[in-house]
């Protein structure tokens, strides 16, 4: 089993940046794909992005990419999401997920077997 603990969230204002963590415990992500979702208010759960945890590649939201970037910190069993330019609309509840079935990041939430509890972003204008 994997435990996903996510911190980071916050009240930004338009423009500013928020640094996501999720710590996973309980088992290594050697062979994961991890990824970030976000559910705004009133609305269903997005992708947000995903890697692989031993390299190779990433993949974006078209709404984020070039403003969010996904990371792992291989010491600290931890995987990242830099969020700068941050929008209104970016507004969401931040979710942690992990699955073990995939090969490759996928944007469905399907696969994704583990998921964190959530943290509350809010960027405000």
């Known amino acids: 089993q994997v435990q996903l603990v996510e911190s980071g969230g916050g009240l930004v204002q338009a423009g500013g940046s928020l640094r996501l963590s999720c710590e996973a415990s309980?088992?290594?992500?050697?062979?994961?794909?991890v990824a970030w979702f976000r559910q705004p208010p009133g609305k269903e759960r997005e992708f947000v992005a995903a890697?692989?945890?031993?390299?190779?590649?990433?993949l974006y939201a078209d709404s984020v990419k070039g403003r969010f970037t996904i990371s792992r910190d291989g010491a600290r069993n931890t995987v990242t999401l830099q969020m700068n330019s941050l929008k209104p609309e970016d507004t969401a509840v931040y979710y942690c997920?992990?699955?073990?079935?995939?090969?490759?990041?996928?944007?469905?939430?399907?696969?994704?077997?583990?998921w964190g509890q959530g943290t509350q972003v809010t960027v405000s204008s």
């Open positions: 309980g088992r290594t992500f050697t062979t994961y794909v």
């Open positions: 997920a992990a699955s073990s079935r995939l090969l490759t990041p996928a944007m469905n939430t399907t696969p994704y077997g583990y």
């Open positions: 890697m692989r945890w031993n390299g190779g590649s990433t």
